[in-house]
Protein backbone atom coordinates (compact mmCIF):
# COMPACT_ATOMS: atom_id res chain seq x y z
CA UNK A 1 0.00 0.00 0.00
CA UNK A 2 1.29 3.55 -0.65
CA UNK A 3 1.99 6.03 1.69
CA UNK A 4 -1.59 7.78 1.71
CA UNK A 5 -2.75 4.72 3.11
CA UNK A 6 -0.71 4.39 5.36
CA UNK A 7 -1.16 8.05 6.78
CA UNK A 8 -4.33 7.09 7.22
CA UNK A 9 -3.91 3.90 9.15
CA UNK A 10 -1.89 5.75 11.87
CA UNK A 11 -3.98 3.46 14.17
CA UNK A 12 -2.17 0.59 13.37
CA UNK A 13 1.18 0.27 14.85
CA UNK A 14 2.30 -2.29 12.48
CA UNK A 15 -0.34 -2.71 9.52
CA UNK A 16 2.20 -4.56 7.16
CA UNK A 17 2.86 -7.07 9.26
CA UNK A 18 -0.96 -7.10 11.04
CA UNK A 19 -2.73 -6.73 7.75
CA UNK A 20 -0.07 -8.05 5.18
CA UNK A 21 -0.66 -8.06 1.41
CA UNK A 22 -3.81 -6.52 0.72
CA UNK A 23 -5.23 -7.52 -3.32
CA UNK A 24 -7.63 -6.00 -5.29
CA UNK A 25 -10.37 -8.60 -4.02
CA UNK A 26 -9.63 -8.11 -0.42
CA UNK A 27 -9.50 -4.24 -0.62
CA UNK A 28 -13.23 -3.82 -2.46
CA UNK A 29 -14.37 -6.10 -0.10
CA UNK A 30 -12.99 -4.30 2.55
CA UNK A 31 -14.18 -0.64 1.25
CA UNK A 32 -17.90 -2.13 0.31
CA UNK A 33 -18.51 -3.00 4.17
CA UNK A 34 -16.44 0.34 5.97
CA UNK A 35 -19.19 2.20 3.71
CA UNK A 36 -22.82 2.14 2.67
CA UNK A 37 -22.19 3.67 -0.39
CA UNK A 38 -18.16 3.35 -2.32
CA UNK A 39 -17.36 5.60 -5.14
CA UNK A 40 -14.05 4.83 -6.88
CA UNK A 41 -13.11 7.77 -8.81
CA UNK A 42 -10.46 8.43 -11.06
CA UNK A 43 -8.30 11.91 -11.48
CA UNK A 44 -10.49 13.66 -13.33
CA UNK A 45 -13.55 13.23 -11.11
CA UNK A 46 -15.28 10.40 -13.17
CA UNK A 47 -16.87 7.93 -11.27
CA UNK A 48 -15.13 4.35 -12.29
CA UNK A 49 -17.29 2.19 -10.27
CA UNK A 50 -19.69 1.95 -8.14
CA UNK A 51 -20.74 -0.42 -4.39
CA UNK A 52 -23.60 -0.45 -2.61
CA UNK A 53 -24.31 -1.81 1.05
CA UNK A 54 -27.96 -1.80 1.00
CA UNK A 55 -30.34 -2.67 -2.04
CA UNK A 56 -32.74 0.10 -0.84
CA UNK A 57 -30.14 2.09 -1.32
CA UNK A 58 -29.39 1.58 -4.42
CA UNK A 59 -32.96 1.39 -5.83
CA UNK A 60 -33.47 4.70 -4.85
CA UNK A 61 -30.34 5.89 -6.04
CA UNK A 62 -30.74 3.96 -9.31
CA UNK A 63 -26.54 4.02 -9.85
CA UNK A 64 -25.43 1.10 -10.38
CA UNK A 65 -24.91 1.66 -14.36
CA UNK A 66 -26.69 5.02 -14.66
CA UNK A 67 -23.09 6.48 -12.91
CA UNK A 68 -20.28 4.07 -14.45
CA UNK A 69 -18.86 7.06 -16.60
CA UNK A 70 -20.12 10.03 -15.41
CA UNK A 71 -18.62 12.72 -13.44
CA UNK A 72 -19.31 12.18 -9.39
CA UNK A 73 -20.04 16.39 -9.38
CA UNK A 74 -23.19 15.87 -12.27
CA UNK A 75 -24.74 12.83 -9.74
CA UNK A 76 -25.68 15.40 -6.48
CA UNK A 77 -27.65 18.48 -6.39
CA UNK A 78 -26.86 21.67 -7.76
CA UNK A 79 -26.41 22.58 -4.20
CA UNK A 80 -24.23 19.86 -3.44
CA UNK A 81 -21.95 20.17 -6.55
CA UNK A 82 -19.17 22.73 -4.91
CA UNK A 83 -18.88 20.37 -1.93
CA UNK A 84 -18.16 17.48 -3.95
CA UNK A 85 -15.46 19.35 -6.09
CA UNK A 86 -13.85 20.70 -2.87
CA UNK A 87 -14.21 16.95 -1.55
CA UNK A 88 -11.77 15.79 -4.53
CA UNK A 89 -9.45 18.53 -4.46
CA UNK A 90 -8.65 17.91 -0.54
CA UNK A 91 -8.30 14.14 -0.91
CA UNK A 92 -4.80 15.17 -3.55
CA UNK A 93 -3.82 17.22 -0.66
CA UNK A 94 -1.86 15.66 2.78
CA UNK A 95 -4.20 16.88 4.71
CA UNK A 96 -6.36 14.56 6.77
CA UNK A 97 -9.82 13.81 4.74
CA UNK A 98 -13.35 15.58 6.07
CA UNK A 99 -16.70 14.50 5.98
CA UNK A 100 -19.37 16.66 3.84
CA UNK A 101 -23.04 16.24 3.66
CA UNK A 102 -24.27 15.73 -0.46
CA UNK A 103 -27.25 15.39 -1.55
CA UNK A 104 -28.34 12.72 -4.50
CA UNK A 105 -31.48 13.17 -6.62
CA UNK A 106 -33.94 10.49 -6.16
CA UNK A 107 -36.86 9.14 -8.72
CA UNK A 108 -38.79 7.74 -5.83
CA UNK A 109 -39.52 11.14 -4.42
CA UNK A 110 -37.21 13.41 -1.56
CA UNK A 111 -33.19 13.90 -2.47
CA UNK A 112 -31.18 11.35 -0.98
CA UNK A 113 -28.49 12.79 1.88
CA UNK A 114 -25.07 10.51 1.95
CA UNK A 115 -22.19 11.85 3.96
CA UNK A 116 -19.16 11.43 2.27
CA UNK A 117 -14.99 11.38 2.90
CA UNK A 118 -12.67 10.75 0.00
CA UNK A 119 -9.42 8.85 0.06
CA UNK A 120 -6.37 8.84 -2.45
CA UNK A 121 -5.21 5.39 -2.60
CA UNK A 122 -2.19 5.30 -5.24
CA UNK A 123 -0.39 7.65 -7.44
CA UNK A 124 -2.19 7.47 -10.37
CA UNK A 125 -4.92 9.75 -8.41
CA UNK A 126 -7.32 7.59 -8.23
CA UNK A 127 -9.66 7.81 -5.50
CA UNK A 128 -12.52 6.21 -2.88
CA UNK A 129 -15.01 8.18 -1.43
CA UNK A 130 -16.70 6.52 1.28
CA UNK A 131 -20.66 7.29 1.88
CA UNK A 132 -22.81 6.70 4.67
CA UNK A 133 -26.39 7.00 4.53
CA UNK A 134 -28.10 9.64 6.32
CA UNK A 135 -31.68 8.47 5.96
CA UNK A 136 -32.73 7.10 9.01
CA UNK A 137 -30.89 9.98 10.67
CA UNK A 138 -32.76 12.52 8.61
CA UNK A 139 -36.07 10.84 9.81
CA UNK A 140 -35.19 10.35 13.03
CA UNK A 141 -34.44 14.48 13.12
CA UNK A 142 -37.93 15.08 11.13
CA UNK A 143 -39.69 12.97 13.92
CA UNK A 144 -38.02 14.73 16.65
CA UNK A 145 -38.99 18.25 14.71
CA UNK A 146 -42.76 17.03 14.49
CA UNK A 147 -42.68 16.18 17.83
CA UNK A 148 -41.36 19.53 19.07
CA UNK A 149 -43.74 21.47 17.08
CA UNK A 150 -46.43 18.91 18.56
CA UNK A 151 -45.41 19.74 22.06
CA UNK A 152 -45.60 23.40 21.30
CA UNK A 153 -49.08 23.60 19.28
CA UNK A 154 -49.82 21.20 23.03
CA UNK A 155 -48.25 24.06 24.93
CA UNK A 156 -49.78 26.79 23.20
CA UNK A 157 -53.04 25.64 23.52
CA UNK A 158 -52.60 25.31 27.34
CA UNK A 159 -51.66 28.69 27.41
CA UNK A 160 -54.36 29.51 25.92
CA UNK A 161 -56.74 27.60 27.81
CA UNK A 162 -55.16 29.34 30.95
CA UNK A 163 -55.21 32.34 29.73
CA UNK A 164 -59.03 32.19 28.95
CA UNK A 165 -59.53 30.36 32.62
CA UNK A 166 -57.72 33.66 34.48
CA UNK A 167 -59.75 36.09 32.60
CA UNK A 168 -63.04 34.81 33.14
CA UNK A 169 -61.86 33.91 36.69
CA UNK A 170 -60.77 37.64 37.60
CA UNK A 171 -63.97 38.88 35.24
CA UNK A 172 -66.22 37.10 36.90
CA UNK A 173 -69.44 38.97 39.05
CA UNK A 174 -69.57 35.41 41.14
CA UNK A 175 -67.60 35.14 43.95
CA UNK A 176 -65.34 32.03 43.26
CA UNK A 177 -62.91 30.10 45.67
CA UNK A 178 -60.44 27.74 44.83
CA UNK A 179 -60.08 25.56 47.93
CA UNK A 180 -57.46 22.38 48.66
CA UNK A 181 -59.30 19.06 49.15
CA UNK A 182 -57.36 17.71 52.19
CA UNK A 183 -57.30 20.78 54.39
CA UNK A 184 -60.27 23.14 53.15
CA UNK A 185 -57.83 25.74 52.72
CA UNK A 186 -58.31 28.66 50.18
CA UNK A 187 -55.70 28.43 47.54
CA UNK A 188 -57.24 31.04 44.53
CA UNK A 189 -59.97 33.59 45.37
CA UNK A 190 -61.27 35.99 42.60
CA UNK A 191 -61.57 39.58 43.28
CA UNK A 192 -65.03 39.00 43.49
CA UNK A 193 -64.76 36.86 46.66
CA UNK A 194 -62.43 38.81 48.05
CA UNK A 195 -64.84 41.95 47.99
CA UNK A 196 -67.63 39.97 49.31
CA UNK A 197 -65.52 38.80 52.19
CA UNK A 198 -64.41 42.93 52.71
CA UNK A 199 -61.08 43.62 54.74
CA UNK A 200 -61.20 39.84 55.43
CA UNK A 201 -60.64 39.10 51.86
CA UNK A 202 -56.68 39.88 51.97
CA UNK A 203 -56.50 37.41 54.35
CA UNK A 204 -58.17 35.15 52.76
CA UNK A 205 -55.61 32.86 51.02
CA UNK A 206 -54.28 30.35 52.87
CA UNK A 207 -57.16 29.89 55.31
CA UNK A 208 -59.38 27.27 55.94
CA UNK A 209 -63.28 28.42 54.62
CA UNK A 210 -65.36 27.37 57.34
CA UNK A 211 -62.84 30.18 59.28
CA UNK A 212 -64.00 32.78 57.12
CA UNK A 213 -67.82 32.27 58.14
CA UNK A 214 -69.50 32.42 60.73
CA UNK A 215 -68.67 29.98 63.89
CA UNK A 216 -72.33 28.24 64.06
CA UNK A 217 -71.51 27.87 60.11
CA UNK A 218 -68.26 26.26 60.74
CA UNK A 219 -69.92 22.68 60.50
CA UNK A 220 -72.47 22.67 57.85
CA UNK A 221 -69.70 24.30 55.16
CA UNK A 222 -67.84 21.02 56.95
CA UNK A 223 -70.56 18.46 55.95
CA UNK A 224 -70.72 20.42 52.20
CA UNK A 225 -67.64 19.69 51.53
CA UNK A 226 -67.58 16.26 52.88
CA UNK A 227 -70.75 14.99 50.71
CA UNK A 228 -69.23 16.94 47.41
CA UNK A 229 -65.95 14.76 48.47
CA UNK A 230 -67.53 11.17 49.43
CA UNK A 231 -70.55 11.87 46.43
CA UNK A 232 -69.45 14.31 44.02
CA UNK A 233 -72.62 16.89 44.26
CA UNK A 234 -74.55 18.42 46.59
CA UNK A 235 -76.93 21.10 47.26
CA UNK A 236 -76.46 24.86 48.60
CA UNK A 237 -75.53 25.70 51.85
CA UNK A 238 -76.90 28.74 53.23
CA UNK A 239 -74.14 30.31 56.01
CA UNK A 240 -73.24 34.00 57.54
CA UNK A 241 -70.04 35.48 56.51
CA UNK A 242 -68.07 36.50 59.51
CA UNK A 243 -68.84 40.05 60.48
CA UNK A 244 -66.86 42.77 58.73
CA UNK A 245 -65.39 45.33 60.52
CA UNK A 246 -67.92 48.36 60.89
CA UNK A 247 -70.29 46.13 59.45
CA UNK A 248 -73.12 43.14 60.26
CA UNK A 249 -72.33 39.59 58.03
CA UNK A 250 -73.94 38.65 55.32
CA UNK A 251 -76.16 35.78 54.47
CA UNK A 252 -74.75 34.05 51.60
CA UNK A 253 -75.33 30.29 49.84
CA UNK A 254 -72.25 28.11 49.44
CA UNK A 255 -72.64 25.82 46.39
CA UNK A 256 -69.17 23.45 45.52
CA UNK A 257 -68.02 20.85 43.14
CA UNK A 258 -65.00 18.54 43.21
CA UNK A 259 -62.16 18.16 40.43
CA UNK A 260 -58.72 17.01 40.53
CA UNK A 261 -55.46 18.52 38.93
CA UNK A 262 -51.96 17.40 39.06
CA UNK A 263 -53.16 14.03 41.34
CA UNK A 264 -54.61 16.20 43.60
CA UNK A 265 -58.60 17.23 44.97
CA UNK A 266 -60.06 20.35 44.72
CA UNK A 267 -62.90 22.09 45.40
CA UNK A 268 -64.37 24.81 43.53
CA UNK A 269 -66.93 26.78 45.45
CA UNK A 270 -69.20 29.14 44.26
CA UNK A 271 -70.85 31.58 46.69
CA UNK A 272 -74.05 33.85 45.96
CA UNK A 273 -75.28 36.52 48.22
CA UNK A 274 -78.70 35.57 49.76
CA UNK A 275 -80.58 38.72 48.14
CA UNK A 276 -79.26 37.62 44.74
CA UNK A 277 -80.04 34.00 44.77
CA UNK A 278 -83.05 33.89 46.77
CA UNK A 279 -85.87 33.60 43.88
CA UNK A 280 -88.08 35.68 46.69
CA UNK A 281 -85.63 38.08 47.83
CA UNK A 282 -87.05 41.02 45.60
CA UNK A 283 -90.93 39.63 46.64
CA UNK A 284 -92.62 41.53 49.62
CA UNK A 285 -93.15 39.98 52.31
CA UNK A 286 -96.83 39.39 51.48
CA UNK A 287 -95.85 37.62 48.08
CA UNK A 288 -93.17 35.34 49.92
CA UNK A 289 -95.86 34.15 52.39
CA UNK A 290 -98.34 33.26 49.31
CA UNK A 291 -94.87 31.12 48.09
CA UNK A 292 -94.44 29.53 51.88
CA UNK A 293 -97.71 28.50 51.56
CA UNK A 294 -97.81 27.02 48.31
CA UNK A 295 -94.85 25.34 49.26
CA UNK A 296 -96.66 23.77 52.38
CA UNK A 297 -100.27 23.32 50.63
CA UNK A 298 -101.87 20.09 51.01
CA UNK A 299 -102.97 19.89 47.46
CA UNK A 300 -99.67 19.28 44.97
CA UNK A 301 -98.71 21.97 42.86
CA UNK A 302 -95.89 21.59 40.14
CA UNK A 303 -94.54 23.81 37.43
CA UNK A 304 -93.42 22.02 34.17
CA UNK A 305 -91.82 23.99 30.99
CA UNK A 306 -93.00 24.10 27.51
CA UNK A 307 -92.43 20.39 26.87
CA UNK A 308 -94.10 18.93 29.86
CA UNK A 309 -90.97 18.74 31.99
CA UNK A 310 -90.71 19.74 35.70
CA UNK A 311 -89.05 22.73 37.06
CA UNK A 312 -90.30 22.49 40.52
CA UNK A 313 -93.06 20.89 42.33
CA UNK A 314 -94.07 20.97 46.14
CA UNK A 315 -94.07 18.65 48.98
CA UNK A 316 -97.62 17.61 48.29
CA UNK A 317 -96.74 16.55 44.87
CA UNK A 318 -93.71 14.64 45.92
CA UNK A 319 -95.85 12.74 48.36
CA UNK A 320 -98.04 11.76 45.21
CA UNK A 321 -95.40 10.24 43.23
CA UNK A 322 -94.11 8.77 46.21
CA UNK A 323 -90.81 10.53 45.71
CA UNK A 324 -87.97 11.75 48.52
CA UNK A 325 -86.90 14.72 47.45
CA UNK A 326 -87.53 17.69 44.45
CA UNK A 327 -84.03 16.40 42.45
CA UNK A 328 -85.85 13.00 42.00
CA UNK A 329 -88.65 14.89 39.88
CA UNK A 330 -86.94 18.01 38.13
CA UNK A 331 -86.38 17.36 35.07
CA UNK A 332 -88.41 14.15 34.30
CA UNK A 333 -91.90 14.17 32.38
CA UNK A 334 -95.35 15.34 33.89
CA UNK A 335 -96.98 12.70 32.63
CA UNK A 336 -94.26 9.96 34.35
CA UNK A 337 -96.55 10.36 37.61
CA UNK A 338 -99.94 12.10 36.29
CA UNK A 339 -102.59 10.59 33.53
CA UNK A 340 -102.03 7.96 31.52
CA UNK A 341 -98.70 8.47 29.81
CA UNK A 342 -99.13 10.96 26.24
CA UNK A 343 -102.48 11.81 26.49
CA UNK A 344 -103.91 13.54 29.61
CA UNK A 345 -100.99 15.86 29.87
CA UNK A 346 -100.86 16.37 26.12
CA UNK A 347 -104.53 17.57 25.92
CA UNK A 348 -103.48 19.85 29.53
CA UNK A 349 -101.20 21.44 27.69
CA UNK A 350 -102.74 22.09 24.21
CA UNK A 351 -105.83 23.18 26.36
CA UNK A 352 -103.10 25.70 28.20
CA UNK A 353 -101.48 27.16 24.88
CA UNK A 354 -105.23 27.43 23.67
CA UNK A 355 -106.90 29.13 26.37
CA UNK A 356 -104.28 29.60 29.26
CA UNK A 357 -105.88 28.08 32.30
CA UNK A 358 -107.86 24.28 32.97
CA UNK A 359 -110.34 23.95 35.30
CA UNK A 360 -111.11 20.36 37.40
CA UNK A 361 -109.93 18.32 34.87
CA UNK A 362 -109.94 14.36 36.02
CA UNK A 363 -107.62 12.40 35.83
CA UNK A 364 -105.08 10.22 38.49
CA UNK A 365 -101.73 10.70 39.92
CA UNK A 366 -99.38 7.50 40.15
CA UNK A 367 -96.65 6.80 42.76
CA UNK A 368 -92.96 5.06 41.96
CA UNK A 369 -94.26 2.28 44.46
CA UNK A 370 -97.48 1.16 42.75
CA UNK A 371 -99.89 3.57 44.40
CA UNK A 372 -102.63 5.49 42.33
CA UNK A 373 -105.08 8.29 43.58
CA UNK A 374 -107.78 10.09 41.62
CA UNK A 375 -107.26 13.90 41.20
CA UNK A 376 -108.61 17.25 40.17
CA UNK A 377 -106.19 19.12 38.00
CA UNK A 378 -106.45 23.10 37.63
CA UNK A 379 -103.99 24.62 35.61
CA UNK A 380 -102.04 27.86 34.22
CA UNK A 381 -100.22 29.23 31.55
CA UNK A 382 -97.48 31.80 32.39
CA UNK A 383 -94.79 33.65 31.06
CA UNK A 384 -91.47 33.73 33.51
CA UNK A 385 -88.40 35.72 31.85
CA UNK A 386 -89.93 36.13 28.50
CA UNK A 387 -90.75 31.87 28.54
CA UNK A 388 -93.69 30.60 29.12
CA UNK A 389 -94.06 27.80 31.46
CA UNK A 390 -97.33 25.59 33.17
CA UNK A 391 -98.42 25.51 37.20
CA UNK A 392 -100.32 22.83 37.73
CA UNK A 393 -102.49 22.54 41.26
CA UNK A 394 -103.64 19.05 41.59
CA UNK A 395 -106.02 17.76 44.38
CA UNK A 396 -106.33 14.32 46.03
CA UNK A 397 -110.77 13.78 45.18
CA UNK A 398 -110.14 9.65 46.13
CA UNK A 399 -112.60 10.66 49.20
CA UNK A 400 -115.45 11.68 47.70
CA UNK A 401 -115.47 8.90 45.34
CA UNK A 402 -114.90 6.60 47.94
CA UNK A 403 -118.39 7.73 48.99
CA UNK A 404 -120.31 6.81 46.25
CA UNK A 405 -122.19 3.56 46.19
CA UNK A 406 -121.17 1.04 43.94
CA UNK A 407 -122.19 0.06 41.09
CA UNK A 408 -124.60 2.60 40.92
CA UNK A 409 -125.39 3.71 37.09
CA UNK A 410 -123.86 7.92 36.39
CA UNK A 411 -126.73 10.27 37.59
CA UNK A 412 -126.09 12.82 35.12
CA UNK A 413 -123.53 13.76 32.48
CA UNK A 414 -121.65 15.32 34.46
CA UNK A 415 -121.07 12.81 36.93
CA UNK A 416 -119.84 10.60 34.00
CA UNK A 417 -117.37 12.76 33.00
CA UNK A 418 -115.73 12.83 36.27
CA UNK A 419 -115.48 8.94 35.84
CA UNK A 420 -113.71 9.23 32.09
CA UNK A 421 -110.35 8.82 32.54
CA UNK A 422 -110.05 7.04 35.86
CA UNK A 423 -111.44 3.92 34.65
CA UNK A 424 -111.67 2.26 31.20
CA UNK A 425 -114.65 2.41 28.10
CA UNK A 426 -114.77 -1.44 28.96
CA UNK A 427 -115.34 -0.85 32.63
CA UNK A 428 -117.62 1.49 32.36
CA UNK A 429 -119.86 -0.30 29.59
CA UNK A 430 -120.21 -3.42 31.56
CA UNK A 431 -121.83 -1.74 34.25
CA UNK A 432 -124.09 0.57 31.97
CA UNK A 433 -126.16 0.51 28.88
CA UNK A 434 -125.63 1.83 25.66
CA UNK A 435 -126.99 5.12 26.61
CA UNK A 436 -124.26 5.50 28.95
CA UNK A 437 -121.78 4.67 26.10
CA UNK A 438 -122.87 7.30 23.83
CA UNK A 439 -122.69 10.46 26.96
CA UNK A 440 -118.89 9.11 27.43
CA UNK A 441 -118.31 9.71 23.54
CA UNK A 442 -120.29 12.88 23.88
CA UNK A 443 -118.20 13.97 26.74
CA UNK A 444 -114.69 12.86 25.39
CA UNK A 445 -115.76 14.90 22.29
CA UNK A 446 -116.26 18.09 24.32
CA UNK A 447 -113.21 17.41 26.50
CA UNK A 448 -111.13 17.36 23.61
CA UNK A 449 -112.88 20.05 21.19
CA UNK A 450 -114.03 17.53 18.93
CA UNK A 451 -110.24 16.23 18.16
CA UNK A 452 -111.67 12.57 17.38
CA UNK A 453 -108.17 11.02 17.33
CA UNK A 454 -107.11 12.68 20.92
CA UNK A 455 -110.99 11.70 21.90
CA UNK A 456 -109.89 8.28 20.96
CA UNK A 457 -106.90 7.91 22.66
CA UNK A 458 -108.71 8.97 26.07
CA UNK A 459 -111.35 6.21 25.73
CA UNK A 460 -108.70 3.94 25.13
CA UNK A 461 -109.99 3.08 21.54
CA UNK A 462 -108.44 2.71 18.06
CA UNK A 463 -109.73 5.28 15.20
CA UNK A 464 -111.26 2.49 13.43
CA UNK A 465 -113.23 0.96 16.37
CA UNK A 466 -114.39 4.88 17.58
CA UNK A 467 -115.49 5.49 14.24
CA UNK A 468 -117.81 2.56 14.47
CA UNK A 469 -119.22 3.76 17.87
CA UNK A 470 -119.41 7.58 16.46
CA UNK A 471 -121.72 5.83 12.96
CA UNK A 472 -123.67 3.12 15.80
CA UNK A 473 -124.79 6.20 17.31
CA UNK A 474 -124.94 8.88 14.74
CA UNK A 475 -122.83 11.12 16.77
CA UNK A 476 -120.86 13.90 14.34
CA UNK A 477 -120.77 14.22 10.64
CA UNK A 478 -118.62 10.90 9.13
CA UNK A 479 -118.28 12.13 5.59
CA UNK A 480 -115.43 15.28 6.19
CA UNK A 481 -113.37 12.31 8.43
CA UNK A 482 -113.88 8.99 5.49
CA UNK A 483 -110.42 9.82 3.97
CA UNK A 484 -108.88 9.92 7.73
CA UNK A 485 -109.15 6.11 7.55
CA UNK A 486 -107.39 4.81 4.81
Not at 367 to 377: P, S
Not at 423 to 437: A, G, Y
Amino acid sequence: MNWRITALLRAFSTPKKSLGDLDAESAATLIAAASDLALVVDGRGVIADVSFHSEDLARDLDARSAWLGRPWADTVTVESRPKAEALLREASTQNPPRWRHLNHPSDRGADVPILYSVVRINHEGKLVAFGRDLRPLSELQQRLVEAQQSLEQDYSRLRHVELRYRLLFQASSEAVLILDGATSRVIEANPAAQLLFGEAGKRLIGRPLPQACGESDAAAIQALLGTVRATGRSGDVHARLAPREAEGGQDVALSASLFREDGASLFLVRIKPETANSAAAGLSKTKSKLLTLVESAPDGFVVVDTDGRIITANAAFLEFAQLANEEQARGESLDRWLGRQGVDVDILIANLRQHGSVRLFATLVRGEYGANAAVEVSAVAVTNGGQPCYGFAIRNVGHRLSAEPAGELPRSTEHLAELIGRVSLKELVRQSTDVIERLCIETALKMTGDNRASAAEMLGLSRQSFYVKLRRYGLGDLAPESGELG
